[in-house]
Each structure stands twice: as structure tokens, then as C-alpha cells.
């Protein structure tokens, strides 16, 4: 039941994928602004997608349990949105190597299905979640929107593949779209459960279970994104002064991957880092530690958020904490 969101008069945000990590985080920063919200999410397997994870927004938003693919009417709840962000996205890269239609599935057919509802019109503005790992293996030197995307995984071949679909569907029908590529994204309600969780949950998840975190290589760097900063880069976005198709990065923290280890181990309150060479399977993938640089999307927004490192750790591991012991 929807009530106070669906006041006469606010713009409506169409979140895709609003049940996911970060779909939910950005779908609770739209309707602490006011807007009408809805959601779509099919909440499907292995995508850590769940529908209590905006449970307490019940009331204040639509929920549309359906894959979009499936839901009636697509076209015109599309055309009827001020803003709709597609954070529809399967993150497991290794589990993609091993499953690569399912991959192809969540990270590109998907997202062409709502291109092709766009046939007639679309909404005002799109923002899609894109990601570093479009630009493949960067050693050295920096990042920027017009580096050479050369993907060295499933997932990043077919998210450069959707964000063309995108690109060129917004150069045929005169939309505004961007796709905000992203680092690795990290905070509360992040996914712990399965092998393929990411480098940071992966950390967090070894250390609540009292093993030892193993870091591949001493000089590694990374860039992490806060999931609620995500959030509030997409909400500015939503008014921010682009036309037409704009790639735009994001950089979020750049940190040593050991570095983050040891925070994690301080935040948690113990545990053992220890340091290994990294495997050959995972080296041919590994993304390098370029320097991303974003100047292009402060230029939109402005001063970007950021919340403290120590903070969104604190909070990442509180989170993780309770959910993690919890179901054991």
C-alpha cells in the first residue's frame, strides 16, 4: 500500500533493481527527498537481492516484484518518470566466468529490454550504474571517461555492451543518460553469503569468522565507493546539468588493498593479515591499480560526498556483524 510518497505534485523516480544492495540505498535517498517512488526488482537468485531490505519503506513507495522483462506496461511507467536509475546488476565476476548466460542475462539482456521500451519516448533522465571494471586492466597512470574500455571479464563485456545500448538510444531519441561507472562498492546490507562476494566483504566475512585474511600482494591499490554516497551522487544527479549521453567515473577512497585489510582487522576488534602471491586465475583479471580520476563528475555536482573511511567502515562492519552472526 502506498500513501504519503504519492503526494499530488512529486516527481516520480523509477528504481530498477530497487531491491539490491545499492538499488535500495538509492531508492531510501529518492523518498527522503519526497518523491513518488517505485521499484522494480524480480528478486532473482544470487543477486543478493531483497525485498526486506526496503521493508521498512513499505507505505512509501510501489513495489513491482517482476523481472523487468515481465512487467505490463513498461513503456509508460518509463515515459510517467522524472528519473529512473538502472542499478539492475549481477556483481559476481567469478561466478560470471563460470556461468556466462546467466551473466549475459542480468548484465545485458535486461537492460536492452528497457531500451527497447524506450522505443516511444522515455523518461527525462537515466542514470545507469556502470563500472570500473569496463575499462579492464589498467596498470599504472590514470582513469579517465575516455580511457579505452577493454573488459577482461564476462561482467565487463557486458556491461560495456548494455551501456552502448544505452548510448546509442540516447543519441536516437534525444535523451539525457548517464552512466556512472563505479569502483567497488562496499557498506551496510552489502551481500556476505557465497564465495564471490567481492574483495572488502570477503575481508569482513574472514575476520567475524576468526580466520586469517590473505592479501594478494603488498603494493596493491584499490578504489572503494560507500554504497550511501553511491546514493547521494545519484540523487544530485537526478538535477545535475548533463545532455545527452555523459560517462562519468567515480572514485570514491583509494586505498592499499593491505591497508584495508588492517583497518578492517582494527574496526572488527582483531585479526590475523597475511600476504601471498597472487593466483594466476585470478592475475589474468586483476584489474591494476590505475588512478581513477572523476574530475568530470565533480564538475556536475560539485563537492562530492565523502563520507570518512573510518565511518563507512565502522558502519560497513556493525552491519555485517549482526546479519553475519546472526544467521549462524
Known amino acids: 500500500m502506498v500513501t504519503d510518497a504519492w503526494r499530488v505534485g512529486a516527481p ?5 533493481g530497487g531491491a539490491g544492495f545499492l538499488g535500495s540505498h538509492i531508492a531510501r535517498r529518492f523518498v527522503r527527498a519526497g518523491w513518488r517512488v517505485v521499484v522494480i526488482d524480480g528478486i532473482l537468485e544470487r543477486t543478493g537481492a531483497d525485498r526486506t531490505r526496503v521493508a521498512d519503506l513499505e507505505g512509501h513507495l510501489e513495489f513491482v516484484a517482476r523481472r523487468v522483462e515481465e512487467v505490463p506496461g ?3 511507467l518509463l515515459a510517467s518518470s522524472s528519473v529512473v536509475v538502472d542499478s539492475m546488476a549481477w556483481t559476481r565476476h567469478r561466478e560470471g566466468m563460470a556461468d556466462p548466460v546467466y551473466d549475459l542475462q542480468l548484465n545485458l539482456a535486461a537492460h536492452v529490454s528497457v531500451v527497447a521500451a524506450m522505443a516511444s519516448g522515455g523518461p527525462a533522465r537515466l542514470v545507469y550504474l556502470g563500472s ?7 596498470h599504472g597512470g590514470s582513469i579517465t571517461e575516455t580511457t579505452p ?4 571479464d564476462v561482467q565487463g ?12 538510444c540516447a543519441a536516437r531519441r534525444g535523451l539525457d543518460l548517464i552512466s556512472l561507472r563505479l569502483p567497488n562498492c562496499f557498506g551496510p546490507g552489502q551481500p556476505l553469503d557465497g564465495p ?5 566483504a570477503g575481508f569482513l566475512r574472514d575476520l567475524l569468522d576468526r580466520r586469517t585474511v590473505e592479501v594478494y600482494g603488498e603494493q596493491r591499490m584499490r578504489h572503494l565507493a560507500y554504497a550511501l554516497d553511491v546514493a547521494e551522487i545519484v540523487w544530485r544527479l537526478s538535477s545535475a546539468s548533463v545532455r545527452g549521453f555523459t560517462p ?6 583509494r586505498v592499499a588493498v593491505g591497508g584495508l585489510a588492517h583497518m578492517l582487522a582494527e574496526t572488527v576488534g582483531g585479526g ?8 594466476d586465475d585470478l592475475a589474468r583479471t586483476d584489474m591494476g591499480d590505475a588512478l581513477i580520476v572523476d574530475a568530470a563528475l565533480r564538475d556536475r555536482v560539485g563537492a562530492l560526498p565523502c563520507t570518512p573511511l573510518d565511518d563507512a567502515l565502522a558502519a560497513t562492519v556493525d552491519d555485517g556483524r549482526r546479519r553475519w552472526q546472526g544467521d549462524r
Open 132 to 138: 570500473r571494471g569496463q575499462y579492464g586492466q589498467v
Open 157 to 168: 563485456i557486458h556491461k560495456v555492451a548494455a551501456e552502448s545500448h544505452f548510448r546509442v
Open 196 to 200: 564471490d562476494v567481492g574483495l572488502l
Open 272 to 279: 590475523r593479515v597475511a600476504y601471498a602471491a597472487m593466483p
Open 74 to 76: 513498461l513503456d509508460r
Open 12 to 16: 516520480q523516480a523509477l528504481v530498477l
Open 149 to 152: 574500455q577493454v573488459p577482461v
Open 248 to 253: 562519468l567515473n567515480y572514485a570514491g577512497h
